[in-house]
């Protein structure tokens, strides 16, 4: 690897370690051939959400129009002044990851530019964009050159996507509202959100949360404790959603704590290493 795209991959690392311990901490549990991947694909997918999500005094239309022709010339030309679009498209190239996952990517990212509600189909198109495609192209890192045993693990992946992505929308519903005023929840007003359309909303993640963990349980060995310890932070942020009221929910933002983590960490690699996830 020349000197410009490792120093372009640490870029994308470091990124990820700012923008998220936890997910940072997954990363480092896979085996370390698949990392730099990761990191790229992660930085890359944060770098668009900042653009819809932060730059207010900007207009973000043009500026994610620039980044997603920038994206696709990186990965024509291989190569971009932008270290963070440089590894990415290094990723792209070196892992084959389909374009037509990008492009579902940047829709989502687009929808957010303009939506501020979704009925249930633009919510499902909404979490294939921004979630499930983007444990596609990690899942295509993990199994590079094995196509078979990829396709038999989306249907779960996706699942898993969609898992973390709507507890995301739960964990996040007040600053999603105040700052960008967006419910993405079809037919629920953040206004009057009910205990009814909390409980509703949970027996969804709970189905898919139970349709991703014989995929997760049917992974290498070398990537599975990373995912199993993402699927188990996950499914404790939704316990805690359980337990809060939805006005709780809606006045602030859940989290796991620091000292949970660690027990989630030695819990799974306990598991993970005696074959019982």
Wanted: net charge neutral.
């Amino acid at each position: 690897m020349d000197l410009y795209t490792s120093n372009a991959l640490q870029c994308s690392e470091v990124t990820t370690k700012n923008y998220s311990t936890s997910f940072s901490l997954g990363v480092w549990l896979l085996r370390k051939k698949y990392r730099p991947a990761i990191y790229a694909i992660y930085g890359f997918v944060r770098f668009a959400d900042e653009i819809v999500d932060t730059f207010h005094d900007q207009d973000k239309r043009a500026l994610l129009e620039r980044f997603r022709k920038e994206t696709f010339e990186a990965i024509e030309k291989e190569m971009s002044p932008n270290p963070i679009l440089h590894s990415f498209q290094w990723a792209v190239n070196r892992y084959k990851i389909g374009h037509d996952l990008i492009e579902a990517f940047l829709k989502s990212m687009d929808m957010d530019l303009y939506k501020t509600t979704f009925n249930r189909a633009e919510y499902q198109e909404y979490i294939y964009g921004s979630a499930e495609v983007v444990g596609l192209m990690c899942l295509r890192v993990f199994y590079d050159g094995e196509d078979a045993e990829y396709e038999s693990l989306v249907p779960p992946a996706r699942k898993l996507g969609e898992a973390f992505q709507k507890v995301n929308f739960l964990r996040d519903m007040q600053s999603d509202y105040e700052e960008r005023g967006r419910v993405y929840f079809p037919n629920v007003d953040y206004n009057t959100f009910s205990e009814k359309d909390k409980l509703e909303i949970e027996e969804e993640l709970k189905a898919d949360f139970d349709a991703s963990l014989p995929g997760i349980k049917g992974l290498k060995k070398d990537v599975r404790l990373g995912v199993f310890l993402a699927y188990r932070y996950y499914l404790e942020l939704l316990r805690k959603i359980e337990s809060a009221s939805p006005q709780n929910l809606t006045s602030q933002r859940f989290r796991v704590s620091d000292g949970k983590k660690i027990q989630l960490l030695v819990s799974c690699w306990v598991k993970h290493h005696l074959n019982r996830i």
